[in-house]
């Protein structure tokens, strides 16, 4: 099993639907991220949450919202989906113990039709 | 505003050849470098994690450098292969841990 696992891996949705993003690890991690990968834009920090407590705005995150529900699961969710949210998202886990390096989840390809 | 750039975009070799990436960040006051690989339409692999007090790690034919004064990182290829072909990308965290990536290089290595 992966140690960081999104689902789904695919998603199409409509214009205006709620859909939301999940991620779960096995890594034990305190921290976890999610991330919205463009072409040619590279990553972009959306929300980041170090422990279950605590949540943080990134770069762009207007349009959507997460959700801490333990400490190895963080859902991501677009409340009112746009064409231009269409994206591959990542979720990642780091750990003061590793020095902050990452673990990334396989990603989550959505198209907003 | 802490910027990652990495030069080039695209680069294509031949199968053998010993190669460069470049990553440069304008903000010096970084807690590590990493390097990544991606393939197309896949997540992300770390590669070499270099910390902010360290100037080099290795990793078989992987070797990443770090020069924190200038701004600057290598990644060196050694004896490139086909299955080295993807985009490698550069991140750097800040003593929170949180990651701001270059745009990435996208390499093809031609058999």
């Known amino acids: 099993d992966a140690d960081v696992t999104q689902t789904p891996r695919n998603r199409i949705t409509k214009t205006g639907k709620r859909i939301m993003l999940e991620c779960s690890q096995t890594?034990?991690?305190?921290?976890m991220y999610w991330y919205r990968q463009d072409p040619g834009l590279g990553l972009q920090l959306i929300y980041y949450?170090?422990?279950?407590?605590?949540?943080n705005k990134g770069e762009i995150s207007d349009g959507y919202s997460v959700s801490r529900q333990a400490q190895a699961k963080f859902s991501l969710s677009l409340e009112s989906a746009i064409p231009n949210q269409t994206a591959l998202y990542f979720c990642?886990?780091?750990?003061?113990?590793?020095?902050?390096?990452?673990?990334f989840g396989s990603g989550t390809r959505l198209t907003v039709v | 505003k802490q910027e990652v750039t990495q030069i080039p975009a695209a680069l294509s070799v031949p199968e053998g050849e010993n190669l460069v990436l470049n990553c440069s960040f304008t903000?010096?006051?970084?807690?590590?470098l990493q390097w990544f690989r991606q393939d197309p339409g896949k997540g992300l692999t770390s590669l070499l994690l270099?910390?902010?007090?360290?100037r080099e790690q290795t990793s078989g034919r992987l070797n990443a450098s770090l020069d924190k004064s200038s701004g600057r990182s290598t990644l060196y290829i050694a004896a490139s292969q086909p299955g080295d072909s993807a985009t490698y990308l550069c991140?750097?965290?800040?003593?929170?841990?949180?990651?701001?990536f270059g745009q990435g290089t996208t390499l093809q290595v031609k058999p």
């Open positions: 990642a886990t780091s750990d003061t113990g590793t020095n902050y390096g990452y673990t």
């Open positions: 890594k034990g991690h305190d921290r």
């Open positions: 949450s170090f422990d279950v407590k605590d949540i």
């Open positions: 903000d010096s006051a970084i807690y590590n």
């Open positions: 270099i910390q902010s007090s360290q």
């Open positions: 991140a750097v965290s800040s003593n929170t841990g949180k990651l701001i």
